[in-house]
Structure formats: structure tokens, C-alpha cells
């Protein structure tokens, strides 16, 4: 399952909003993955997550394969779209 995201937030994923999505996704079983630039890291990583570089305006696309993979994501899309992190794409 996959999904694609517009980082909309003036400092891109820096700490704060990616604290936040790591945070968010750790109770889930699924393997997450975040991809930039033809590059994934694992969502549950913080140190990955940032190393990304994601700059605002940035289209990111989130994939989860497990067995809360559709929850998840109502997680995820809910947190990014309230917190003005981004916007489905």
C-alpha cells in the first residue's frame, strides 16, 4: 500500500514533524518506508527520517506492507493534513 504526500511545512521534515510521524507509526506492525528522491528509509527511524533532507514543497511517498497497513495510514494522512505538515497528493 502506498501513498504520496506534499511536504507543505515551511521547514520541511525537519524535527519536529518528523518526530511526529515517527511517533505516530511506531505502534504499527507494518514495515513503513518513506522514499525521496528514489531513496527509503524505515519511517520508524528518527536519524533516517532526517537524513532525508525533505525540503517543503517536497512530493514524498509513504509505503506500509503489514497487517495495519490501512489504519496506518488514516493515521498518517490525519497527522500530516492536522499538524500542517502536508497534503495528499
Do not use: W
Request: charged share 20%; hydrophobic share 40%.
Amino acid at each position: 500500500m502506498k501513498k504520496t504526500y506534499k511536504i507543505t511545512a515551511p521547514e520541511g521534515l525537519h524535527a519536529r514533524p518528523a518526530a511526529l510521524l515517527v511517533t505516530a507509526v511506531t505502534p504499527f506492525e507494518c514495515d513503513v518506508q518513506l522514499t525521496y528522491k528514489e531513496k527509503s528509509v524505515n519511517l520508524k527511524s528518527i536519524m533516517g527520517v532526517m537524513a532525508q533532507g525533505v525540503a517543503p514543497g517536497s512530493i514524498v511517498e509513504i509505503s506500509a506492507d503489514g497487517p495495519d497497513a490501512e489504519k496506518l495510514f488514516q493515521t498518517v494522512t490525519e497527522l500530516i493534513v492536522s499538524k500542517g505538515i502536508g497534503e495528499e497528493y
